[in-house]
């Protein structure tokens, strides 16, 4: 018996010329994804079978195995710790999905494991049997160690944030608060979602509110700041903080917030200010001594350890005749100006030996006009409790005015004895020559009385200066005579 099977057969080779045809074609397409994409592939799951691009296959080795051991060969190539779970086609295909999208490390005759990307489409028959799975794989290796990279470099910064000594706040374009650290919290007493959604400024203290508003502008044309603030505390306590700025802006250039840096500096700024105190305290010390050394009538001066001189008083601007050298001077003013008395040697500055000083050392000094005078100095070095030197006080009196007294005097008395010296000469000489008068008056006296007949002598004014003795014998009562002017 026989049967005409000519349609059958007909049917049968329009079939396998169909299906010629449409692995031709999707041949075809795989070829075109594959200018694209790092491969395409379609699987038949119910034959078992894989056709991929020629492309991925001389990729991952599939053109040396045979076509029947394609599909299985497929899943040894993906690394071990990638097959568990959901990241599967078989998994999407149990659960009936209709696309998939996984990614897993796939092994590569070139490049060994490399990640990629697989997304595809399933198709299914009328029956819920998966008949088709359409695919294309990208290489996303690079990628995956930029997002490693990044995870690392997040991970590394988000240590950074959280262990940081100090506070790190995050503000918004609208100068609203998005992030700050834990340091930050405990810096001023708030919690996370207190500051939350709030400027920084209404943290600050009254007086710094204005200012720091007015930064904000110049923050947001790109100006980095570093500006000290004073911040009010949630238990209404101060926290001085150095505030370091940076702005960020959006890929348009638009200001897009900015993150701040806060250091506590509440301790140095309670140093500061109690330095500012004693400091204060010290001026109007210095002023009150200042006004009594000026009563002082010597002149008094003050320098450094160094031996800059630091102050004096109005009686050494007197000494000196002008200040300004004084103030300021790099160098020991008295190393270069002071001699030793009536010479042009200098006196070399030296430091103090300890417990040592020096009173009452006359110098010739220099002034500031060129002129020179004479001073009797004491000086004394000025130590802490370790001994090291602070300050050298000098205290200097003038005695230019006694020194040139004393030699006037001693001119005078110079000159005095002098005269003494010609005195006495004279007293000789006149000495002398009474001497030599009496000789001659008495041989004149002899003369005069061996002669027989009286003799007077008259003064210019007819008084009588001498008579001999013949006239004294002649005139009777001689002294009444000579009292009475008789001639």
């Known amino acids: 018996m026989a049967s005409d099977i000519t349609v059958q057969k007909k049917a049968e080779e329009e079939f396998q010329r169909y299906s010629d045809e449409l692995k031709r074609k999707e041949k075809e397409t795989l070829e075109l994804i594959d200018s694209f994409t790092e491969g395409s592939w379609i699987v038949d799951p119910v034959a078992g079978t894989i056709m991929c691009s020629e492309k991925w296959a001389k990729c991952i080795g599939l053109n040396l195995v045979p076509e029947e051991e394609r599909l299985a060969y497929t899943h040894t190539l993906i690394h071990p710790d990638d097959t568990t779970g959901g990241n599967s086609i078989p998994y999407y ?34 029956k819920g049997q998966a008949v088709k799975v359409y695919g294309v794989t990208f290489d996303i290796t690079e990628h995956k160690h930029m997002e490693d990279a990044l995870r690392e470099s997040e991970a590394k910064y988000r240590t950074i944030f959280e262990t940081s000594q100090e506070g790190i706040w995050v503000i918004n374009g609208n100068d609203q608060t ?15 979602d207190e500051l939350m959604g709030r400027s920084p400024q209404a943290f600050m203290a009254p007086e710094f509110q204005a200012a720091a508003n007015e930064r904000l ?52 700024k309670k140093t500061e200010i109690e330095k500012d105190h004693y400091m204060k305290i010290a001026e109007e010390r210095a002023d009150w001594l200042q006004a009594i050394m000026d009563l002082i009538p010597a002149g008094i001066w003050v320098s450094d350890h160094t031996g800059k001189v630091v ?25 270069h100006k002071l001699f030793l008395p009536g010479t042009d040697e200098p006196v070399v500055f030296k430091p103090f030996q300890p417990k040592e000083a020096l009173i009452g050392v006359v110098l010739d000094f220099e002034r500031f006009d060129g002129t020179r005078g004479t001073q009797v100095a004491s000086t004394e070095a000025l130590r802490d409790k370790e001994g090291n030197i602070i300050n050298y006080v000098v205290v200097a009196m003038d005695i230019t005015p006694l020194r040139e007294a004393e030699k006037a005097l001693k001119k005078s008395e110079n000159n005095a004895l002098e005269l003494v010296d010609k005195l006495n000469q004279a007293k000789e000489e006149l000495t002398n020559a009474l001497h030599l008068a009496e000789q001659k008056s008495a041989e004149w006296n002899a003369i005069v009385d061996a002669v027989p007949d009286g003799l007077t002598v008259y003064g210019k004014s007819g008084e009588i200066l001498y008579m001999n003795d013949a006239v004294k014998n002649i005139i009777d009562n001689y002294d009444a005579s000579i009292s009475d002017g008789v001639e």
């Open 178 to 192: 998005i992030l700050v650290n834990e340091r930050l919290q405990q810096m001023l007493g708030y919690s996370f």
């Open 311 to 335: 102050m004096v008083n109005q009686e050494t601007v007197n000494m000196y005749r002008g200040s300004s050298p004084l103030f300021g001077s790099l160098e020991e003013y008295t190393s």
């Open 93 to 126: 295909i149990e659960i009936g999905a209709a696309r998939f999208d996984l990614e897993y490390r796939i092994k590569t005759v070139d490049s060994g494991y490399i990640w990629a990307k697989h997304r595809g489409k399933i198709v299914y028959n009328e």
């Open 217 to 268: 502008a110049d923050h947001m044309e790109g100006n980095k700041q570093v500006i000290d603030y004073r911040f009010i505390k949630k238990d209404g306590s101060s926290l001085w903080c150095i505030l370091s700025s940076t702005p960020l802006f959006d890929k348009n250039g638009k200001f897009d917030g900015s993150i701040a840096m806060f250091s506590d500096i509440t301790d140095r």
